[in-house]
């Protein structure tokens, strides 16, 4: 792997740890023992390495990723801006105050600030949305508000093992078909959800220290968040990787302009690419926007981008995409459900 300067270098039990612990983290007493049979290294030295990689930055946490739509707390929408250079810093600084703003990025195009707002527990996202025009100021028109439609694909893995780094697919450890309404989940369903979804501690037994956050026994919190899980609630519990760390320093969307009846169809075949992370439908606004399909791609370097939005581009049959390299990180931060 090719290592950027002031990094620690990852070696092969490095890769399969990070490996594992994005896909299928155990729910039991003492995961790292469960790891280290897997990995054929003693519960101390999986423990110690995976600590080693949290401080050196590799690993941003580990916690239960929830299914939004399932729990159906939090509505949101993407945004994007015209923004004059001089007026750039004051804008970004208006924008990053609002918790609600959970990625904040510059993309090479006219439109040149993106940015997505999630509002949850009953606040209004539209109110949220005028108050963010207001205050940065920027005219009506030179705004884009793009609220998802449908939703192709969320999962923001990379695979680390077999040769070459690349997002990945693959079934969750939840089932997306179960039903649960979570609003008469029980306060103690509510209190794990709100502990582990903020992160999960990396020790010897991190599900004795949810236990003291609850008031339940270790033993109870195991069977509610396999239940969670089994239900689908938690889509997955893992960790999140810097992938900035690791190498993957180009980051673009790839917006498709894609005939309505065709959408399905092409929404399903973009996201069975392994290198796709996400993939929407959006509305479009007539004659400022008319693109309705987004994908979030993820690589080493531009050209191997460019190439694979050329190479989709091909496969699904439509030629009018754009592809929007993002040039400054402002705000990168999880959507925080109200438990």
């Not at 979804?197 to 220290?209: C, D, G, M, Y």
């Not at 956050?213 to 239940?227: C, F, M, N, P």
């Not at 894609?258 to 993939?279: A, D, F, W």
Request: hydrophobic share 35%; proline share 3%; aromatic share 6%.
């Amino acid at each position: 792997m090719n290592v950027i300067k002031g990094q620690v270098k990852l070696d092969k039990q490095d890769k399969e740890l990070l490996q594992l612990l994005q896909d299928n983290f155990p729910v039991e007493k003492r995961p790292w023992t469960n790891l280290g049979k897997t990995l054929g290294i003693p519960e101390e030295e999986v423990l110690s390495r995976i600590q080693r990689l949290s401080s050196d930055g590799f690993i941003r946490k580990l916690r239960t990723i929830l299914d939004a739509k399932k729990l159906n707390t939090c509505s949101s929408t993407l945004m994007a801006m015209k923004v004059p250079e001089e007026k750039m810093e004051g804008v970004v600084n208006v924008v990053n105050e609002y918790m609600s703003v959970t990625h904040n990025y510059r993309r090479e195009h006219d439109y040149n600030l993106w940015f997505t707002v999630t509002t949850c527990g009953g606040k209004d996202l539209g109110s949220t949305v005028e108050e963010i025009k207001r205050r940065t100021g920027i005219m009506e028109h030179d705004i884009l508000d793009l609220p998802t439609t449908s939703v192709f694909k969320i999962d923001v893995r990379f695979k680390f093992t077999n040769g070459g780094l690349k997002a990945m697919t693959g079934n969750s450890n939840g089932n997306s078909n179960g039903n649960t309404n979570m609003n008469n989940a029980d306060k103690i369903n509510k209190a794990i959800i709100h502990s582990t979804q903020e992160r999960i501690p990396l020790v010897n037994e991190p599900f004795a220290e949810i236990a003291k956050e609850t008031g339940i026994s270790q033993d109870e919190v195991i069977a509610r968040l396999q239940e969670l899980i089994s239900v689908g609630v938690i889509k997955r519990l893992g960790i999140s990787v810097n992938q900035r760390k690791v190498g993957i320093v180009a980051n673009a969307v790839v917006a498709w302009k894609v005939p309505r009846e065709q959408v399905k169809r092409v929404g399903n075949m973009l996201s069975t690419y392994k290198e796709i992370t996400h993939c929407y439908e959006r509305v479009t606004v007539p004659g400022k926007w008319e693109h309705n399909l987004f994908t979030v791609i993820h690589g080493y370097n531009r050209e191997s981008v460019e190439e694979l939005a050329k190479m989709m581009s091909e496969a699904v049959g439509i030629s009018d995409y754009l592809v929007m390299f993002s040039n400054g990180q402002f705000k990168r931060t999880s959507v925080m459900h109200p438990y």
